[in-house]
């Protein structure tokens, strides 16, 4: 198994042609991030408050 970097990266990028959906990466695993449409966004994707929730429920 490959050692982890020490600083993770992260990148994000607001995926083209929507007001609020972000595409991340983060070392190997790359998400996508929505808003609920009562906040503007499409609702098609984890809001970043649920993905930061689920990545402490685990």
């Known amino acids: 198994m490959p050692e982890r970097p020490n600083t993770p990266q992260v990148i994000l ?3 083209q042609g929507t007001q609020l ?3 991340t990466t ?3 695993h790359s998400y996508v ?3 609920p449409e009562t906040r503007g966004g ?3 994707a984890a809001t970043p408050f649920e993905f930061f929730i689920a990545g402490h429920a685990g």
């Open 26 to 28: 983060t070392g190997r």
């Open 13 to 15: 990028r607001q995926i």
């Open 21 to 23: 959906q972000m595409f």
């Open 42 to 44: 499409t609702d098609l």
């Open 33 to 35: 991030l929505d808003e």
